[in-house]
């Protein structure tokens, strides 16, 4: 029987009262918690590919079972693709054999990640963060990436930045972090001619709409 995928439900009637307090203490403030070193060493690993073979860098966060990296990996075949998740167990569900030659796929603790990607000069030609990261309670603002200290650090990598979501809100507050950043995005709608993620698809089949946030940074 099909399963049809619950509407994110909030407490908040709009943006959140306290996210351009939020945005503006956090882009004034350097995060400073110590690097874990599982991201450090996993960083390293990623760092020795892209330096022994040098190419356009595609960046995919949050990246699941990695199947929106093995995706991009055959749409830009000439540059690299790095999908990180926090989950091994997600990414483990692919035998590392059907990966195509330009794709890197590491788990990592993004919060950890960013700041040294930035450390490092990454500057990649695109920045996809694909699955919802919602945390609707108004409570959880800090859980959400354009709340999280690490938000700075997400915009100084640059690049073209897309993000996908099937809450409105959530790619709402972003854009409104991201003009205070400085930086201007579109908010549209969009219907996939192919599903890039496994969430996609589930809300598609649902009947919710799509969301696609895009900025050049």
Same mark, same amino acid.
């Given at each position: 029987?099909?399963?049809?995928?619950?509407?994110?439900?909030?407490?908040?009637?709009?943006?959140?009262?306290?996210?351009?307090?939020?945005?503006?203490?956090?882009?004034?403030?350097?995060?400073?918690?110590?690097?874990?070193?599982?991201?450090?060493?996993?960083?390293?690993?990623?760092?020795?590919?892209?330096? @022994?073979? $040098?190419? =356009?860098?595609?960046?995919?966060?949050?990246?699941?079972?990695?199947?929106?990296?093995?995706? %991009? +990996?055959? !749409?830009?075949?000439?540059?690299?693709?790095?999908?990180?998740?926090?989950?091994?167990?997600?990414?483990?569900?692919?035998? @590392?054999? $059907?990966? =195509?030659?330009?794709?890197?796929?590491?788990?990592?603790?993004?919060?950890?990640?960013?700041? %040294? +990607?930035? !450390?490092?000069?990454?500057?990649?030609?695109?920045?996809?963060?694909?699955?919802?990261?919602?945390?609707?309670?108004?409570?959880?603002?800090?859980?959400?990436?354009?709340?999280?200290?690490?938000?700075?650090?997400?915009?100084?990598?640059?690049?073209?930045?897309?993000?996908?979501?099937?809450?409105?809100?959530?790619?709402?507050?972003?854009?409104?972090?991201?003009?205070?950043?400085?930086?201007?995005?579109?908010?549209?709608?969009?219907?996939?001619?192919?599903?890039?993620?496994?969430?996609?698809?589930?809300?598609?089949?649902?009947?919710?709409?799509?969301?696609?946030?895009?900025?050049?940074?």
């Amino acid at each position: 029987m099909e399963t049809r995928s619950r509407i994110v439900k909030t407490n908040q009637q709009g943006p959140h009262e306290r996210l351009a307090e939020t945005v503006q203490k956090h882009l004034k403030h350097e995060f400073r918690r110590p690097i874990a070193d599982h991201t450090r060493c996993a960083f390293d690993k990623v760092q020795e590919k892209l330096i @022994a073979n $040098k190419r =356009p860098l595609v960046f995919d966060s949050c990246c699941g079972v990695g199947d929106s990296s093995r995706l %991009l +990996a055959t !749409e830009f075949p000439d540059h690299w693709v790095v999908g990180v998740d926090k989950s091994g167990h997600r990414l483990s569900r692919e035998r @590392a054999e $059907k990966d =195509p030659a330009n794709l890197i796929l590491m788990r990592a603790d993004l919060n950890d990640f960013y700041r %040294l +990607a930035v !450390e490092a000069g990454w500057k990649p030609e695109r920045h996809y963060i694909l699955y919802p990261n919602p945390w609707p309670k108004a409570v959880h603002l800090g859980r959400r990436w354009h709340g999280a200290p690490v938000f700075p650090a997400m915009v100084k990598l640059g690049g073209c930045l897309e993000l996908r979501s099937n809450w409105k809100l959530y790619l709402e507050e972003f854009q409104i972090a991201l003009r205070i950043a400085g930086h201007q995005s579109r908010l549209k709608a969009f219907q996939p001619d192919r599903f890039l993620t496994p969430f996609e698809k589930k809300y598609h089949e649902s009947g919710q709409p799509l969301w696609r946030l895009q900025a050049n940074l």
